[in-house]
């Protein structure tokens, strides 16, 4: 049964990321007049397909619950002559072409925050989450705050966790400010844990507690505080790894968030919650990467174009979207493979 409710989650988590993003880029597309091929959710082979009347694009449902994605005119290498010149993506202005690019991510960033509300409306919010609770370390007392970590500024949980984790488990020091209003270093020496050979955490000899709020104003506030704090800890996050302080190891592709996916279902309906917001802002984020193949990229042509004064070469775009795209399947390969390697 605990398969069943992981398999079932995992889907329906899955599956609202993606139709949320698809959404808004479809919304947007149909709006300026684009002319859209097919709307899809899930990858590979197609279970089913349905078309509403009076309305050219296919709608699908396909095997993999893992992406999804809206073709619309203009997008392939080599101009489709039967589509009329003024419903391909070219022929829009740079406004609609610019909202129809980042809507997807728009859409994503909305549903985190709308679910976080949620969350903080049923269960309250901790609004800081950054105080010591408990503590077997010497110098770090209850009422004490965690400021600084290795030498980096912290001032929420999620920034905190991200450096945590980032100075694994050799020892460093953290600066707290106590309640009295003094600060001090205090020296932390964390210890691994490992479950079946795969790291699991830490122990830092210490507990963490927030002051807690449950009300209307304070559960807005939680939803965009906590929003901005995951973008924060994103961009930190792919700064460390293209910095080499955390290793592409340590990224999850479907099988390991299948696995999170797993861990967040047997913790009840809240904790999904949260994982669905996370994965959320998580897609939005790297969507909005300056890379070919992800929104980001085609906003940087719109950009470009906007600086040189013309269009980039669309049959240049498009091969560079589509070579990009193949090196991103790879990455996701080599990704899932340590997944699976994890497992074992």
Not at 52 to 80: C, H, W
Request: zero cysteines.
């Amino acid at each position: 049964m605990s398969l069943l409710i992981t398999i079932i989650s995992f889907i329906l988590i899955l599956g609202i990321t993606v139709t949320i993003h698809e959404f808004g880029h479809f919304l947007f597309a149909k709006k300026t007049g684009i002319y859209v091929y097919e709307f899809s959710i899930g990858m590979g082979p197609r279970i089913k397909k349905f078309k509403r009347k009076n309305d050219e694009t296919d709608y699908s449902i396909r095997l993999f619950p893992i992406g999804g994605y809206v073709q619309m005119a203009g997008e392939e290498i080599e101009t489709d002559e039967d589509i009329p010149r003024e419903k391909r993506l070219q022929s829009k202005t740079w406004t609609q072409r610019f909202m129809t690019m980042v809507a997807g991510v728009m859409f994503n960033f909305i549903l985190a925050i709308v679910v976080l509300f949620i969350i903080a409306i049923v269960k309250g919010v901790t609004i800081d989450a950054t105080y010591i609770d408990r503590s077997d370390v010497k110098g770090l007392v209850s009422g004490d705050k965690i400021v600084e970590v290795d030498g980096h500024f912290v001032n929420n949980y999620d920034k905190l966790a991200l450096e945590l984790a980032v100075a694994g488990d050799k020892t460093y020091d953290i600066k707290v400010k106590h309640k009295n209003g003094t600060y001090d270093k205090v020296t932390i020496h964390p210890k691994a844990i490992y479950k079946k050979k795969q790291l699991k955490g830490y122990k830092y000899g210490f507990d963490l507690t927030g002051k807690y709020k449950h009300s209307f104003i304070s559960s807005i506030k939680y939803a965009f505080v906590k929003f901005f704090n995951t973008v924060e800890q994103m961009f930190f996050t792919v700064w460390y790894l293209i910095t080499g302080k955390l290793s592409l190891k340590l990224l999850s592709g479907p099988v390991g968030i299948f696995n999170i996916v797993g861990d967040a279902a047997s913790s009840g309906l809240i904790t999904l919650m949260s994982l669905l917001a996370l994965i959320s802002i998580n897609v939005g984020f790297i969507n909005l990467l300056p890379i070919p193949a992800f929104d980001g990229g085609h906003i940087l042509f719109l950009i470009i174009e906007k600086i040189k004064g013309s269009p980039v070469n669309p049959k240049v775009e498009n091969t560079i979207h589509t070579v990009f795209f193949i090196l991103l399947m790879i990455l996701m390969l080599y990704i899932t493979f340590n997944d699976i390697l994890k497992f074992f």
